[in-house]
């Protein structure tokens, strides 16, 4: 067998427009970069655990998750805040509370963070703002989401309110350990960061047409804390805040800063790496360590000809959409192999898929899982791009996090894609799949 293709696992290099695929046979390293394109600038986290900003074009090797990184590939995206970071600015609406700037050190590394401290009176405590009216919902999910550290106090609660609404939307966290309390109508997420601070996220699938606003940030006394509680305050406690975000979408994306304006990410596009010579088009094994984005979208790696007229006709690939992974294997527009499995996509998970002529397998952390015996593959020369859409190379692009990319241009043992495919220690496995420790 051989290890003819390489991405990740570690070892990055990019530039902008790029970023390096390789085969290093015989211990010859041949580069086998993709191209890459965003037509703006975005956020990743940095091996130091701070967000920075990477320039347009240039790919981003994010570390939140992982010491080794990861390619972070996202849609596009807008941040309706305005005044994302400056909440003592009028746009933001101050109630039983006040806000003192630079107080500590945000999640950027620099000491321009917000303390949200609560007045002393018996009401409810918090900053906010408007960032969208109900003509522009639309019927459409929600994500609002900020990076929060305890102070004084160690619970925030995330809120969508409106003057027809009954406030029934909202999360509860809780920032001295780092879990979601309790929460109504959405789905809440915590995420640790460096230095205390954690990034929280709520989704709405319920506001609809019927919200007008979103009340952002509210204080409250326990992680089991009522929707916009109201208690008497002791005029002197809080908690930090910075980067506040509102976006169209089912989950929370990397932080999208605004100084007085929406602000808008572009989506990255990532293709064209490999060529024939080290693509086998009769057989090989394609793999895959990452984790992906959970909504209706469809997303997707792939090996083709990387055409746009027929690059789908010919492809091994695999995709993900809401919960479930898609492998299939399509030679002259007839699927040869074509599975799916209800899968945790937005966990890692090691997924390799062999092809050859009847003998087609798909294996997912440690199991094979499909299988297929009656089948033909493509005639060699045709496959000779590997990228990260369905073929094309704009068409059904993958979204998530990639920690490696390993393509074989012969077929694995069963023996060696069960050991590809599974974790090195208990330890790996629990956290990579988000298990809970006994």
Not at 32 to 56: C, H, M, Q, Y
Not at 150 to 178: K, V, W
Not at 236 to 251: F, K, L, M, N, R
Not at 306 to 313: M, N, P, R
């Amino acid at each position: 067998m051989a290890n003819t293709l390489k991405f990740g696992n570690g070892i990055w290099a990019t530039k902008v427009g790029s970023t390096l695929a390789y085969n290093d046979e015989n211990g010859n390293y041949k580069p086998l970069p993709f191209n890459f394109e965003r037509a703006s600038g975005a956020t990743r986290v940095n091996k130091n655990g701070l967000i920075e900003v990477v320039s347009n074009n240039k790919p981003r090797i994010d570390f939140k998750d992982s010491a080794d990184g990861s390619l972070l590939l996202e849609p596009s995206r807008t941040n309706l805040i305005t005044y994302s970071e400056a909440f003592d600015n009028a746009y933001w609406t101050k109630s039983g509370s006040s806000v003192i700037p630079n107080t500590v050190i945000s999640p950027d590394g620099t000491t321009n963070a917000f303390k949200l401290v609560e007045d002393s009176a018996t009401s409810d405590h918090y900053v906010g703002t408007q960032a969208w009216t109900t003509a522009s919902l639309n019927g459409q999910d929600y994500t609002i989401s900020c990076f929060a550290k305890r102070g004084e106090n160690n619970f925030i609660q995330l809120l969508f309110s409106g003057a027809t609404h009954d406030l029934s939307n909202y999360a509860n966290f809780d920032l001295l350990n780092g879990v979601v309390g309790s929460s109504s109508n959405g789905v809440a997420k915590i995420e640790a960061m460096e230095n205390g601070w954690y990034k929280c996220s709520f989704t709405s699938p319920t506001i609809n047409t019927v919200a007008t606003s979103q009340s952002f940030i509210w204080k409250i006394e326990s992680a089991t804390s009522i929707k916009a509680e109201s208690y008497q305050g002791d005029g002197t406690s809080g908690v930090y805040i910075w980067g506040a975000q509102a976006e169209q979408g089912s989950y929370a994306t990397s932080y999208i800063p605004t100084q007085g304006s929406a602000s808008t990410r572009d989506g990255d596009v990532c293709n064209g790496a490999g060529n024939e010579q080290v693509i086998n088009s009769t057989e090989g094994v394609l793999y895959f360590e990452g984790s992906s984005f959970i909504d209706s979208n469809f997303k997707s790696f792939s090996l083709s000809n990387g055409s746009v007229s027929d690059g789908d006709d010919n492809r091994v690939m695999i995709g993900f959409q809401d919960s479930i992974l898609y492998a299939n294997v399509r030679v002259g527009n007839v699927y040869q192999f074509n599975e799916t499995l209800t899968i945790s996509i937005d966990n890692n998970n090691k997924i390799a898929l062999k092809y050859k002529s009847n003998d087609f397998a798909l294996w997912v952390n440690g199991n094979e899982v499909k299988t297929g015996n009656n089948g033909t593959t493509f005639s060699q020369g045709v496959l000779n791009t590997l990228q990260f859409a369905d073929g094309r190379p704009t068409t059904s692009v993958f979204n998530g996090n990639t920690k490696q990319i390993q393509y074989y241009n012969t077929t694995l043992t069963d023996v060696e894609l069960e050991y590809m495919t599974s974790y090195r220690s208990l330890n790996e496995m629990v956290t990579e799949l988000n298990l809970n420790e006994l």
